[in-house]
């Protein structure tokens, strides 16, 4: 059977993509996917060809036609959103990165001045690895974030898997954060890993996604990125993961060496990083307690 | 003024360097927590927090006694947070997204709105910083109504000074918190990530017009693929903060930026000094 | 009785699609006619969330009876529950096939949602 594993953090920067994208080099046949679409990073580490394209239409937002104002204001008083201004004409502006696209604009405009039009929100790829598939998006910049895009990314990943006759990891990156973008990258996950930075910060962000998803009924397994900055944190993160719910699968050293990895465009485990050695085990023991 | 702290990739330090700044600062501060997903602010500020204010959006109810089923909502509604069934209209709360539009066009007078809660807010202080807090509910999918009250709970005060620590990413949540003000810090890391993630903030930046300028964090002694990338740009770097375990190991502790590293005093103060002599900035 | 079936394409070897939300459309056949009829669930591809809840509304919006899919999520149980519609779950792979499985009485009923839902 095909299992789903989400890699989630709550606090960014802990590790997220480093993490997933090694455990890729581990599991060779593993169908990944980027649901980090507000900053997609695994492509850059995870070499890909035939990429195909789609665009994502998504949401609408207000334009206006200015010859058919008549400067009434009315689209400026009932906007929520501060999305219209007047000028000193009483013109109305409508930024397109606050508009909600909600056609209240459309609705009381008594010329039809404003029209709601389809957003170009950026596009999704899957695309091919040396041993499986990748899929990832490419959110425009202030393009709204409503999870849709990690949810279209997180499908095209499970079809690709459908298509194959024999059982298939699906890994995700997830966001940062615990909002709909999360939400949608967990949505028919086996377990999430989350990937815990040993910090007061870190901990206490760790335990707002551990809520997230007990409310769903996944398991959670956690392990600690980096605990060698603050062996007392990662110790007391360790005793606490039972009253919270959470499974601990493992520690990962400070590794300077990840960047230059990275910057050579590789995982940690294609690289030989000291940090391979214990991603390889927290996968082993991860994957024991999900198959 | 108004200065926001924002970065693409997550955990670059925009909370290190917001409390930094706000702890130099000499005149009294207004701290704004906008990462509502994960707000840390009070994790080094300490502030006490007063009792929280709700964040509530408007979600509608129907009054079945009034409707008539013609749907206008229905047609109304571009989020299919209202639908048809068994007789009645039935609200979707997680779906309304507050706009109003189903209240405009019912003729019948069946629809009321109820205040829905999402989120909370919080004021504390701590010596000369004054802490406001957004938080979202775990379980609740959209952050930026939270960081518009939290904004606007900081533009009650209109003659502070406003330090906002966004959340990261370049979406809705990142515009929300950073629109309308008057600066904005992109704090990066000098790694691939750090990089590709930084090119998209300063999209976004330039999108909404801010004057902004970059902080190099974890910089090493030499010249970065990221400090070459900004010169030849044309991108102020503003600092360049130094890589160091023993600071990671105090702000894993909840440490603020300056006790663990008081040498980088001055470096703190200048940033603040020159934003607000205002005259560094990048064509937006 | 009226049947709907959410499928990725029209005609009777159509595949059952693996979505209720973001089928392609639906078949729907009534008891005395011959001749399925298709409707596309092409209105969801431009919504930023709540697919689930416009393809229910168009089976609803049909007056079907019965509706018969792989998965369904929460929102979309509720809406079709409330307007009295048996939802049906089926493991066969063509319209035919479900259609035949239905008149042998071998289709599970749904008693609540089989997947969680997408917030989006």
């Not at chain 1, 029209?115 to 393009?143: F, H, M, Q």
């Given at each position: ?9 709550g606090?960014?920067?802990?590790g997220k ?5 090694a455990?890729a080099?581990?599991v060779?046949?593993a169908?990944l996917a980027?649901?980090d679409?507000?900053g ?6 995870l070499?890909?060809?035939?990429p195909?394209?789609?665009?994502f239409?998504?949401?609408q937002a ?5 010859s058919?104002?008549t ?13 219209i201004t007047?000028?000193e004409a009483?013109?109305p ?6 508009c909600e696209g ?6 009381v405009?008594?010329?039809h ?5 389809p957003c170009d929100?950026?596009?999704w790829v899957i695309?091919d690895t040396?041993?499986?598939k ?10 709204e974030?409503?999870?849709r895009?990690?949810?279209v990314v997180r ?8 298509e ?5 990891l699906?890994?995700?990156d997830?966001?940062?954060?615990i909002?709909?973008p ?6 028919g996950s086996?377990?999430?890993?989350i990937?815990?930075e040993?910090s ?7 335990k707002?996604?551990?809520q997230?998803?007990s409310?769903f009924g996944i398991d959670?397994y956690?392990?600690?990125n980096?605990w060698d900055?603050s062996?007392e944190m990662?110790l007391h993160i360790?005793?606490?993961l039972p ?10 050293c400070?590794?300077p ?27 082993e023991t991860?994957w024991?307690?999900v198959k | 003024?108004?200065i926001a ?6 955990g670059?330090g ?7 700044l ?10 704004l927590?906008?990462?509502?997903e994960a707000p840390?602010?009070?994790i080094?500020?300490k502030a ?9 959006v408007?979600?509608?109810t129907i009054?079945?006694?009034h409707?008539n089923v013609?749907?206008?909502?229905l ?6 947070a ?6 009645k209209i039935?609200?979707?709360p997680?779906l309304?997204h507050g706009?109003g539009?189903?209240q405009?066009v019912c003729?019948s007078?069946a629809?009321?709105?109820v ?14 910083i004054?802490l406001i ?7 609740s999918p959209?952050?930026?109504p939270?960081i518009r ?8 005060m ?6 906002i620590?966004a959340?990261?990413?370049?979406s ?5 918190a950073?629109?309308g ?5 992109l704090v990066?890391e ?5 990089l ?6 300063i999209e976004?930046?330039?999108?909404l017009?801010l004057?902004?300028?970059?902080v ?7 010249a970065?693929?990221?400090?070459e990338?900004c ?6 770097i503003?600092?360049r903060?130094?890589?160091?375990r023993?600071i990671?190991?105090a702000?894993a502790h ?9 040498h ?8 603040l ?12 | 009785?009226?049947?709907a079936i959410a499928?990725?394409?029209?005609g009777?070897?159509?595949p059952?699609?693996a979505?209720?939300?973001r089928a392609?459309g639906?078949v729907i ?12 669930n092409?209105q ?5 969330q709540?697919?689930?809840i416009q393809?229910a509304q168009c ?5 079907v009876?019965v509706?018969?899919l ?6 979309a149980?509720?809406?079709l529950n ?11 792979d063509?319209?035919?096939k479900?259609?035949d499985a ?11 949602a089989s997947v969680?839902?997408h917030?989006?």
């Amino acid at each position: 059977m095909s299992r789903q594993i989400t890699v989630l953090s709550g606090k960014g920067g802990t590790g997220k993509t480093s993490v997933t994208a090694a455990i890729a080099s581990l599991v060779p046949n593993a169908i990944l996917a980027d649901c980090d679409v507000d900053g997609s990073d695994l492509p850059l580490v995870l070499a890909h060809h035939n990429p195909v394209t789609t665009p994502f239409i998504a949401g609408q937002a207000a334009t206006l036609d200015p010859s058919q104002c008549t400067r009434c204001g009315a689209c400026q008083t009932h906007c929520r959103y501060q999305a219209i201004t007047l000028d000193e004409a009483r013109q109305p502006r409508i930024d397109p990165t606050l508009c909600e696209g909600c056609g209240v604009c459309h609705l009381v405009c008594p010329t039809h001045a404003i029209v709601l039009e389809p957003c170009d929100c950026g596009e999704w790829v899957i695309a091919d690895t040396n041993t499986s598939k990748l899929a990832y998006a490419r959110l425009r910049p202030g393009a709204e974030n409503s999870g849709r895009l990690a949810s279209v990314v997180r499908q095209a990943a499970t079809t690709a898997a459908e298509e194959r006759s024999e059982d298939t990891l699906i890994l995700i990156d997830g966001p940062p954060g615990i909002g709909c973008p999360v939400i949608a990258s967990i949505t028919g996950s086996d377990a999430i890993l989350i990937v815990a930075e040993p910090s007061q910060s870190g901990w206490h962000d760790a335990k707002r996604v551990i809520q997230l998803a007990s409310h769903f009924g996944i398991d959670i397994y956690l392990c600690i990125n980096r605990w060698d900055l603050s062996p007392e944190m990662a110790l007391h993160i360790r005793n606490e993961l039972p009253d919270v719910g959470a499974t601990y699968v493992g520690r990962i050293c400070y590794d300077p060496m990840v960047t230059q990895a990275h910057t050579a465009g590789q995982t940690i485990v294609e690289y030989g990083c000291p940090a391979a050695k214990d991603i390889t085990q927290i996968w082993e023991t991860l994957w024991n307690h999900v198959k | 003024m108004i200065i926001a702290i924002a970065s693409g990739k997550g955990g670059t330090g925009k909370t290190t360097l917001s409390t930094a700044l706000a702890s130099v600062a000499t005149t009294p501060v207004l701290l704004l927590d906008c990462d509502v997903e994960a707000p840390n602010c009070n994790i080094y500020i300490k502030a006490n927090l007063a009792p929280a204010q709700p964040v509530t959006v408007p979600t509608v109810t129907i009054e079945p006694l009034h409707c008539n089923v013609c749907r206008a909502c229905l047609d109304a509604c571009q989020f299919n947070a209202l639908a048809a069934a068994g007789g009645k209209i039935i609200p979707l709360p997680e779906l309304c997204h507050g706009c109003g539009a189903c209240q405009l066009v019912c003729q019948s007078g069946a629809i009321a709105e109820v205040p829905h809660r999402i989120g909370q807010c919080q004021t504390g202080s701590s010596g000369h910083i004054t802490l406001i807090e957004g938080r979202l509910d775990v379980g609740s999918p959209l952050s930026p109504p939270v960081i518009r009250a939290t904004r606007a709970a900081g533009n009650a005060m209109p003659d502070a000074l406003q330090i906002i620590d966004a959340p990261p990413g370049t979406s809705c949540p990142m515009v929300a918190a950073t629109h309308g003000a008057d600066y904005l810090i992109l704090v990066a890391e000098p790694t691939p990530f750090g990089l590709h993630d930084l090119k998209l903030a300063i999209e976004v930046a330039r999108s909404l017009k801010l004057a902004f300028g970059v902080v190099i964090n974890r910089a090493p002694d030499t010249a970065t693929p990221l400090d070459e990338a900004c010169k030849a740009d044309s991108i102020p770097i503003l600092a360049r903060l130094p890589e160091s375990r023993r600071i990671a190991a105090a702000g894993a502790h909840g440490e603020l930026l300056l006790k663990a590293a008081p040498h980088l005093g001055d470096t703190i103060k200048q940033i603040l000094t020159t934003i607000l002599a205002g005259d560094k900035g990048a064509v937006a | 009785m009226k049947l709907a079936i959410a499928t990725d394409s029209s005609g009777l070897d159509a595949p059952i699609s693996a979505r209720f939300g973001r089928a392609a459309g639906f078949v729907i056949i009534s008891d005395h006619d011959a001749s399925p009829e298709y409707i596309p669930n092409t209105q969801s591809l431009n919504a930023v969330q709540g697919a689930g809840i416009q393809a229910a509304q168009c089976i609803i919006d049909q007056q079907v009876d019965v509706v018969i899919l792989r998965h369904c999520g929460p929102k979309a149980f509720m809406l079709l529950n409330a307007a009295g519609i048996s939802v049906l779950s089926t493991q066969a792979d063509t319209v035919q096939k479900a259609l035949d499985a239905h008149t042998a009485g071998t289709l599970t009923t749904l008693e609540s949602a089989s997947v969680d839902g997408h917030w989006v």
